[in-house]
């Protein structure tokens, strides 16, 4: 029955028709059970969205009540009271400059939205030749063809790209405690992003990242102080900085925006995945004053931004996600993720000396470890190997979830997991690489 109607989102249909495929039927706190009862640890937060847990009675209890109220009503031309509280909210805890809020309903649009307001600023400055993108190696910004034409990952984005417009492309620094190259990759990012400043920025609208972390390339950590040297540089040079906060952002990191971790302000701001706790599907694309004040103008001047959405503003939506900040707020869930953060660590250290485990990247609770099949080499396991995949599989017969990004294990539980439960996941997480990658042997 499963199999007859659905297709899959970044699925192999044949592979998964010849799978025993998992059915979801409730939640629980950081667990999740299918339809024969079984308990699994949400061990990648529903892909990256969870932060308290599911069925939260708070939260649930937030949608009921704007249920009562109203479902939904459009935010073209009016408002709603939910969606007005919750911009004066985020601007609040927004990195400094973040005055404006355009609501939209995923990641995706959310950057489309960033991308087309980049865009048309410089438009309605009257420099409509700055209308390029700078993106960065192995970048992820959702699956909308704006945001895949500044993605940069060639197994998602490369079939596409005779449709895409194009960007220019700087490395992402890669920089972890365990490579030694740190230094020199944050200064070939900076020295990238300069000379085509140097050279282009005339036509540049735009620099697009994840900051600190980027999440689809394989949680990949920067080098400290690589991204507030961006930001300098965007100032310098006259370019917008656009930060997809769609992954790091609401705690994630260790702040409650990674930007926060370098003091870095953009111009723009993409936020999603957490924003509502992980509930329901809303998005914003904060802007500064400066950025909003480029399209307030008379009508006739033709400076408005024409884009929405259908359910843009939704009060069930913005009516949760102000639940879920006074969750944050109350249940001191960013202080918490930094003291998680390093259980977490110190329970991993013994996963370094297995012989496939070529690196743990972390910041925060956002957790990589890239499998290798020789560790001394580093040589990578072949694609085909799907270590990543079976790894996962094997998580789940341990009981937690979690989607690999290729050879990599990925470990993104709800930032409300307890100690208690983090050590459980931590325990089925070392397992599951140790019993695959070396046969079965015991720790
Ligand atoms: C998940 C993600 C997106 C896309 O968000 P959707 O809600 O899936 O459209 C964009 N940017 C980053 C960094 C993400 O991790």
Redesign the pocket.
């Known amino acids: 029955m499963n199999k007859a109607n659905l297709w899959h989102p970044f699925t192999q249909m044949k592979d998964y028709n010849d799978s025993n495929p998992l059915i979801i039927e409730r939640g629980e706190g950081v667990r999740l059970f299918d339809v024969q009862g079984k308990a699994y640890y949400d061990g990648f937060s529903s892909v ?1 969205l969870n932060v308290h847990g599911h069925n939260v009675p708070e939260l649930n209890e937030a949608i009921t009540d704007q249920l009562g109220r109203v479902a939904h009503s459009t935010l073209l031309g009016m408002a709603n009271v939910p969606a007005i509280e919750l911009a004066e909210k985020l601007t609040r805890i927004a990195p400094k400059g973040l005055s404006k809020v355009f609501y939209s309903d ?4 959310g ?1 489309e939205i960033a991308i087309k307001m980049a865009f048309q600023y410089w438009k309605n400055k009257g420099n409509p030749a700055k209308n390029k993108f700078i993106t960065m190696n192995q970048a ?4 909308t063809i704006g ?1 895949v034409s500044v993605g940069a990952i060639p197994l998602y984005h490369d079939v596409f790209r005779p449709m895409l417009f194009p960007s220019h492309v700087i490395p992402y620094p890669y920089a972890y405690r365990h490579d030694g190259g740190a230094a020199a990759a944050k200064e070939a990012t900076l020295s990238a992003l300069r000379d085509l400043l140097e050279t282009s920025c005339e036509e540049i609208a735009a620099l697009i990242v ?1 900051p600190i972390v980027q ?2 390339g394989g949680i990949i950590v920067m080098p400290p102080g690589c991204l507030c040297e961006m930001a300098s540089l965007c100032r310098k040079y006259d370019v917008l900085l656009i930060a ?1 906060e ?2 790091t952002g609401f705690g994630r990191t260790g702040e409650m925006f990674a930007c926060e971790l370098e003091d870095v302000s953009p111009d723009l701001m ?1 936020i ?2 957490g924003l509502t706790g992980g509930y329901l599907p809303v ?1 914003a694309t904060l802007a500064t004053d400066e950025v909003y004040s480029a399209f307030y103008a008379d009508y006739e001047e033709q400076k408005t931004f024409f884009h929405g959405h259908s359910f843009t503003g939704n009060p069930l939506g913005c009516a949760v996600a102000l639940a879920s900040l006074k969750l944050f707020e109350e249940r001191g869930i960013v202080e918490g993720v930094k003291k998680k953060a390093s259980f977490v660590e110190h329970k991993l250290e013994a996963l370094i000396e297995r012989p496939h485990a070529g690196e743990i990247r972390q910041k925060g609770l956002m957790i990589g470890i890239e499998l290798v099949r020789d560790k001394s080499s580093r040589e990578p396991y072949d694609w085909a190997d799907r270590i990543g995949v079976r790894t996962a599989m094997r998580a789940r017969e341990l009981g937690m979830l979690t989607r690999p990004l290729g050879n990599v294990v990925v470990f993104i539980p709800p930032l409300a997991s307890t100690e208690e439960e983090l050590d459980a996941m931590t325990d089925i997480l070392t397992k599951s690489i140790v019993d695959v990658t070396e046969g079965g042997a015991s720790l």
């Open positions: 990256w995923s990641g995706a649009t950057v992820y910004h959702g699956d945001a994840e999440g689809a997809d769609v992954a993409v999603g995945k998005a």
